[in-house]
């Protein structure tokens, strides 16, 4: 009996010796697999009555927000400690894809090489959607900075070459005048360069047709004139079956500071009076109407819908639900 136990212990204790030797083995392993260190292709689909949407990243940037925002520098601090951000914040930079069902609508472009190497996925996210840039009928733009329309281009040629352009001609008359570019600061040149480098070979090529304040372009689709942030700033309606899209392009730039405060205005603002006045009545329509919100700088996806905040100051974003879209 006293052997039995004697071998019945030694393989018991070779068993375990065995498992706890396999289970190393199988955390080393684990821990020794290399990083992927990338994401998954980053697109997001909703549906807008008969209309599907898709919010196409074109990347994120690292952004010195703290210093490019203007405001009560105390309360910058506090919004930017309870938003959990620090001084620079990576920023999202989001288009959208409107497939009306005749029209194939893609409404800003991202940045291509014009905001550095992390942008400029605008192209490979749009194919991984399951589209290509040739079946691009309207390219819509909010405005000329470079994060909007620096996709526009693609290694030297229309990235979109069958689509027409569309933009406010306030602000193809201010970023494409080279009287302005002269006149302009040194550090402001690279915007006026970007913005000609990426729209003048669709002027060239006979695909620019500007538009002037509030417009429908196609049905269901209207440009809203938002001036302030630039010259021909322009936000997007889309409708369709009774629901509604608001895209707001830079209203906004940093959610966690100007949803709770719509007065603090940005650096790149042309007319920073008008800028944070167009954002407050956009904020304040979109609470009351409880229609459906997207903007360029919003974490992607960047949709979501917008309440008064709790405390009556203010408002509050509330995150798109994700729908695993059938």
């Known amino acids: 009996m006293s052997k039995t136990l004697n071998r ?3 393989f018991s204790a070779l068993a375990a010796a065995i498992l706890l030797g396999s289970a190393a083995f199988s955390l080393s392993a684990i821990a020794e697999a290399p990083m992927a260190k990338t994401q998954a292709p980053a697109f997001m689909r909703v549906m807008l009555g008969d209309f599907e949407v898709t919010t196409i990243s074109d990347g994120t940037v690292k952004l010195p927000m703290m210093k490019l925002l203007v405001g009560q520098p ?12 620090k001084e620079t914040v990576e920023t999202s930079v989001n288009t959208f894809l409107v497939n009306t069902g005749s029209k194939l609508v893609l409404i800003d472009t991202g940045a ?7 942008l400029g996925n605008i192209v490979a996210n749009m194919k991984a959607a399951g589209y290509q ?9 909010t405005h ?3 994060d909007h329309v620096g996709g526009l281009m693609a290694t030297g040629a229309r990235a979109f070459p069958n689509a027409t352009l569309r933009i406010d001609k306030n602000d193809t008359d201010f970023w494409l005048s080279e009287a302005n570019l002269n ?10 360069k970007g913005a000609m480098a990426s729209v003048n070979p669709y002027l060239a090529a006979g695909k620019l047709k500007t538009f002037e304040g509030n417009t429908e372009l196609v049905p269901g689709i209207r440009a809203i004139a938002a001036y302030g942030h630039t010259p021909g700033h322009t936000v997007y309606a889309i409708e369709s079956k009774g629901e509604k899209l608001m895209l707001w392009g830079d209203l906004m730039h940093v959610a966690a500071v ?14 920073s009076k008008n800028a944070a006045e167009q954002r407050q009545l956009a904020f304040a329509d979109a609470a009351k109407n409880g ?7 919003i974490a992607f996806p960047g949709l979501g819908n917008m309440r008064v905040a709790t405390d009556g100051k203010g408002y509050a974003f509330v995150p798109l639900n994700y729908s695993s879209l059938k």
Request: without cysteine; aromatic residues 12%.
């Open 74 to 85: 105390e309360q910058l601090a506090a919004a930017f400690k309870k938003g959990f951000l």
């Open 133 to 141: 840039p040739e079946q691009v009928d309207e390219i819509y733009i």
């Open 258 to 271: 100007q949803f709770e405060d719509p007065s603090v205005t940005i650096q790149f603002d042309s007319n």
């Open 183 to 192: 006149a302009a600061a040194e550090s402001a040149k690279g915007g006026f």
């Open 112 to 118: 291509a090489g014009l905001f550095g190497p992390t």
């Open 291 to 297: 229609y459906l919100v997207g903007a360029t700088h």
């Open 8 to 10: 019945n212990t030694r």
């Open 144 to 146: 000329m900075h470079g």
